[in-house]
C-alpha cells in the first residue's frame, strides 16, 4: 500500500512545472493539439478548472489525435457541470458533442456521454429520455481493447446496468431492465440492486430467495452468454435477447 498523500506536494511541484513548460510550448504553438491536451491535463490536476476548461475547449478545435478531442469534449463537460456549474442545456450540449465524436472515431458509441446524458434525464424527470440513452449505453462495446487513452471501466461493469434496472421498470421495459438489475448484482454484489430486482419480480408467484441464490452461483460472463449477443464483424453494438428472461424466472416458480 502506497499513501500517495505523502508525495501529494511533490506531484504539485511536477504539475506546476510542467504546466510552466507546456504554457511556454502553447505560447510558441498555440495549435499545437498534443500540447494543448497535456496543457488542459495538468491544470486539472491542479484544480484550476477554469483554465483547465479553457484549453480542452482550444483543443476540441483542432485536428490531431481524435481521442483527445473525446476526452477533451468529456471532460470539459464534466467540468463545467461539476466545478463551474454550467446550465443543464449548456451541459448537455458538451455531452452532446462527446457522444458526436466517439460516434465518428469509435465503431460505435462510448457509453460514458450516454450514462451522463441519461442521468440528466433523470434529474429532469424525463425517464423515457433516460432510459433511451442507458438501453444504448449498455449496448455499446467496452472499448478498452482499442483505446490508447483513458476508459471508465466502473461505467462499462456496473454504473451502466445499475440506471437501466432502473429506468426499465418506469417505462414498463420490464425485461431489459430485469437483465439491468442482474447484471449490476453480478458485477458488485450491492443490496440496492437486490431491491431494484425484487420491484419486477411477482414473489407470489416466483421463488425469489432461490432466484438470488442461484445468481450467487453465476459469474457476469456466464449470464452475458445469455443475455446478450456480443458485437461480431457484421454487428457493432451488442443486442440483447429478452427472450431468455423468462425462461430463467420459470425455474423458480413456486
Keep these: 500500500y502506497q499513501d500517495r498523500s505523502l508525495d ?7 504539475f506546476t512545472r510542467d504546466k510552466e513548460l507546456l504554457y511556454n510550448e502553447y505560447l510558441k504553438n498555440p495549435h499545437d493539439s498534443r500540447t494543448l491536451f497535456y496543457l488542459a491535463q495538468t491544470c486539472s490536476c491542479l484544480f484550476q478548472y477554469e483554465e483547465a476548461f479553457k484549453y480542452y475547449m482550444l483543443r476540441t478545435k483542432e485536428k490531431g489525435f481524435m481521442e483527445e ?9 464534466e467540468i463545467a457541470q461539476s466545478i463551474l456549474k454550467y446550465s443543464p442545456e449548456e451541459v448537455m450540449y458538451l455531452f452532446m458533442k462527446t457522444l458526436e465524436v466517439s460516434c465518428s472515431i469509435f465503431n460505435c458509441p462510448r457509453a460514458e456521454p450516454l450514462i451522463n446524458l441519461a442521468k440528466l434525464y433523470l434529474n429532469n424527470d424525463n425517464k ?7 438501453k444504448q449505453a449498455c449496448q455499446s462495446v467496452n472499448p478498452s481493447y482499442d483505446c490508447s487513452l483513458f476508459v471508465d471501466g466502473d461505467m462499462y461493469d456496473y454504473t ?8 426499465g421498470y418506469y417505462v414498463n421495459d420490464f425485461n431489459i431492465g430485469i437483465i439491468g438489475c442482474i447484471m449490476a448484482y453480478l ?19 416466483y421463488d425469489f430467495d432461490k432466484l438470488i441464490n442461484f445468481l450467487d452461483t453465476q459469474t457476469t460472463q456466464s449470464m452475458s452468454n445469455l443475455f446478450i449477443i ?9 443486442h440483447f435477447l429478452i427472450n431468455n428472461v423468462h425462461p430463467i424466472l420459470d425455474k423458480f416458480k413456486k
Aim: proline fraction near 0%; charged fraction near 30%; charge should be positive.
Design 187 to 205: 458485477n458488485k454484489k450491492k443490496d440496492v440492486d437486490i431491491s431494484n430486482l425484487k420491484t419486477y419480480i411477482d414473489t407470489n408467484k
Design 69 to 77: 478531442v473525446f476526452h477533451a469534449y468529456l471532460r470539459s463537460a
Design 128 to 134: 423515457l429520455m433516460a432510459h433511451i440513452f442507458i
Design 160 to 167: 451502466r446496468w445499475h440506471l437501466l434496472g432502473i429506468t
Design 8 to 14: 501529494a506536494h511533490k506531484s504539485t511541484k511536477r
Design 230 to 238: 456480443k458485437k461480431t464483424d457484421k454487428n457493432l453494438q451488442n
